[in-house]
Structures are given as structure tokens and as C-alpha cells.
């Protein structure tokens, strides 16, 4: 619990900074400082995390890759229910329950996607949305060290769902550290074709990935249909 006040507090003081820095667009009044949380994401990226990966989808067939993706999916879905309650998605819910069961028993333990065959679709959900879906505003943009582009309502989402992951919660730290540096690898791993397209495609990698992770994640709060956002970037 400790962790988690220090958590927040280092957040509510970013806010805070937001009010005193200026640059072109208002969603991203940290920009300074988050550029220099890229630059260093992007430097431990090319030093470890990508060249693990690849050796990972070297030395891994896809067959093996596949059940892996599949089993730390399964147990996201955990996840995926929880939210989906918190946002009276009733349906939604029964639906993921259901793959829950399904991959767990027949899936032997989530290594194989049989919901998916059976037309249950996975679903995307986690407290950040389920923050917006209640209204709360996204916040100034963060990029967190290692974990990415968020935001202020996301990161505080990403918080809330710790608490609840089930592989951040195993008790034996070995395991523990274990299973998340593979979930890290794997999911690092399914990005290596992305690599070439940012490069080419952006003139501003940082920009480009920040707009990007913005549009998503409205677009996930609702469900695909996002209303029209009159938004002036310039001030």
C-alpha cells in the first residue's frame, strides 16, 4: 500500500508541473520531460528488450510462442471481467467469463484459444477505461520509464489493476519476476514487425507514438465510436 500512496503522489506532483510547463499541444504539457522518458525507453529498448525478443522469436517456435501470448491473455481476461462489471457491460461480462472457462478447462490452463473458435471474442478492458467510461478526463499525457505512453487517468487505471493482476500478485517472487519479464518479452516480441513501420512512417517518432496511443485509448473508452472532439492543438 505504501507503493501504491508513493505511486500517486508522484503523479498528482506531474500534474501539478503540467500547469507550469507550455508547448504546442495542451494534452501534453509535460512534453520535455516525457521526451526525455522516450529517449531513455528507447535507448534500454535497442540495448536489451528488443535484442531479447528477438532472440526470443528465434529460439521459440511460433507454435510455443503462440500458447504463451495465449496463457498471459487468459489470464488478462481476468482483468477484462472485472472491468467489464464496473462498466455494467453485463453481456460483455458473461461473454468473457465464458472464454475464461472455456480457455482455462479445455484451453489446459490458457495455452490454447479455444473461446475464440467457439465465437467468443476477446475483449479489451481495464480500469483506465473504466475510469473514462465514468467520465473521468485522460489527463495529461505520461510516458512511464519502461512501461510506455499513458496517461494521468491511465496510469492511475494501471495502478488500480496491479492490485488485481494475477501474475503480479504471485506470492513466490522468483516465479513472480519470472513470468513478467517473459509477459514483457512476449509482448515486445509481437511489436519487432512495428519497428520498421515507425521508422519510415514518422517524422517525429514521439509525436507519432504519443497521437497514436491518444487515439486508441479513446477509441477503446468508447468502444470504437468516439464521439466528435472539437480540439484545437494550437493555443
Not at 109 to 136: I, P
Amino acid at each position: 500500500m505504501n507503493t501504491f500512496r508513493t505511486f500517486v503522489l508522484l503523479l498528482v506532483g506531474l500534474s501539478l508541473l503540467g500547469g507550469c510547463a507550455s508547448n504546442g499541444d495542451r494534452r501534453d504539457p509535460l512534453e520535455p520531460f516525457n521526451r526525455g522518458v522516450y529517449q531513455f525507453n528507447d535507448a534500454v529498448d535497442k540495448a536489451v528488450i528488443k535484442p531479447v525478443a528477438q532472440g526470443y522469436t528465434d529460439v521459440l517456435p511460433q507454435p510455443v510462442r503462440t500458447g504463451i501470448a495465449n496463457f498471459f491473455s487468459n489470464l488478462d481476461d481476468v482483468l477484462v471481467l472485472l472491468n467489464d462489471l464496473l462498466q455494467f457491460k453485463l453481456t460483455q461480462g458473461i461473454s468473457d467469463l465464458h472464454r475464461i472457462v472455456w480457455n482455462t478447462t479445455l484451453g489446459i490452463g490458457g495455452l490454447f484459444d479455444v473461446a475464440s473458435k467457439l465465437g467468443l471474442e476477446k475483449h479489451n478492458e481495464d480500469f483506465g477505461q473504466t475510469l473514462g467510461y465514468w467520465g473521468v478526463g485522460d489527463g495529461p499525457y505520461l510516458m512511464l520509464p519502461i512501461l510506455g505512453p499513458s496517461t494521468l487517468r491511465d496510469t492511475t487505471g494501471r495502478v488500480v489493476d496491479w492490485q488485481f493482476d494475477l501474475v503480479t500478485n504471485y506470492r513466490e517472487v522468483p516465479v513472480r519476476n519470472s513470468a513478467t519479464v517473459v509477459k514483457l518479452e512476449d509482448a515486445r516480441s509481437r511489436l519487432l514487425q512495428t519497428d520498421k513501420i515507425l521508422d519510415e512512417a514518422a517524422i517525429d517518432p514521439y509525436v507519432f507514438v504519443r497521437d497514436a496511443y491518444l487515439q486508441r485509448r479513446r477509441s477503446l473508452v468508447y468502444d470504437g465510436n468516439p464521439p466528435h472532439l472539437k480540439f484545437d492543438e494550437e493555443d
